[in-house]
């Protein structure tokens, strides 16, 4: 992977920890965000740990995993008792963390309007902790292997 002040913008796509470094480095304006595949049975501390170390914002594809956390007991749990949808409880997790944005896709109006009703409800200490120790599942969900990069490999106690 190369970069030059052509190859730069204020977002960065699909970039592992030492390709932001790069990226850094080269580009004549400040890097803003880095848009990455990121949700409850994903892992990105590595990721995280670096955009923060440059004031970078986490932007989250596939918050919920393509469908595959809506069927999760943790998740239908929380939901239940905070009287919220599944799709709304991953979106809130994602939103309770530092520096993390979500980009939720959806043509179903009846979604678009749930996926913003996040903001008259948090969840608690122990549910986020609930739902961050999915994330030993270690699913990477959009991997197509003609484009990946050498993704940062994590390890989640």
């Not at 990455?36 to 995993?65: F, N, S, W």
């Not at 709304?88 to 109006?109: D, G, H, S, Y």
């Not at 200490?125 to 739902?131: G, L, P, S």
Request: with cysteine.
């Amino acid at each position: 992977m190369t970069f030059g002040p052509d190859s730069c913008a204020i977002r960065s796509q699909k970039r592992n920890s030492s390709a932001i470094l790069k990226a850094v480095r080269v580009c004549p304006e400040p890097l803003v965000t880095n848009q990455i595949e990121y949700h409850a049975y994903l892992a990105q501390d590595r990721m995280m740990a670096a955009l923060k170390r440059y004031g970078m914002i986490l932007t989250a594809y596939c918050p919920v995993a393509r469908g595959k956390l809506l069927d999760d007991p943790v998740i239908g749990d929380i939901a239940r008792a905070c009287g919220k949808s599944d799709a709304q409880i991953c979106l809130r997790w994602l939103m309770q963390q530092p520096m993390v944005a979500a980009v939720p896709r959806t043509l179903q109006e009846r979604h678009i309007a749930e996926n913003i009703d996040l903001f008259d409800f948090s969840l608690s200490d122990e549910e986020m902790r609930r739902i961050s120790a999915l994330r030993k599942r270690n699913i990477r969900i959009a991997n197509p292997p003609e484009r990946a990069p050498k993704w940062d490999v994590e390890t989640v106690d």
